[in-house]
């Protein structure tokens, strides 16, 4: 688990920085982000829904849901893997106040998204493994965090997407 959460957010930045080796010429992935905004709606509802869920002590209905985040999550990362390794990148092009605030929003939402990783492993190999003491410690960071990066995600979608080259 250790070993996939430092992979994982290492190959990100390998595809993000050197997109053109991994370049296919005329794939269009113009949609990408708007599918990317969707996922991280998505998982935000899915992992509210979850967090209400075991707040009831329904379990079977809390694991249906953490498991549709982790999907959602899993198909957000291959989307915008692809998005990236294709595409050029957008620049903000926000002024004054907004600008300060986008990039605090996206300075942010990176660096947690890259520590999600390994918090959502690590939560779900200890309830997979029925570490339920070590589940509940660790899923009182992932959660908040979790959740905070998919609703920033469209928080930048939003505030980026005027800007993209179509």
Do not use: C
């Not at 997109?19 to 992992?47: C, E, I, K, W």
């Not at 075991?54 to 982790?70: D, E, L, N, W």
């Amino acid at each position: 688990m250790l070993a996939l959460g430092l992979i994982i957010p290492v190959a990100v930045a390998v595809l993000y920085y050197f997109p053109q080796v991994f370049r296919v010429a005329g794939l269009d992935v113009s949609y990408l982000p708007a599918v990317n905004a969707v996922l991280n709606s998505l998982t935000a509802l899915v992992l509210v829904i979850g967090y209400v869920f075991i707040r009831q002590k329904k379990v079977a209905q809390h694991r249906a849901m953490m498991g549709t985040a982790f999907v959602l999550g899993a198909l957000f990362l291959v989307s915008y893997v692809v998005y990236h390794s294709q595409a050029q990148t957008t620049r903000y092009g926000g002024e004054g106040l907004m600008r300060g605030i986008y990039y605090f929003v996206l300075l942010t939402h990176i660096v947690l998204a890259a520590v999600t990783v390994g918090l959502v492993l690590f939560t779900l190999y200890f309830a997979l493994t029925n570490q339920f003491a070590r589940h509940r410690r660790i899923a009182r960071w992932t959660f908040p965090i979790w959740l905070y990066v998919s609703v920033t995600g469209v928080v930048v979608y939003l505030m980026i997407s005027p800007y993209y080259q179509h």
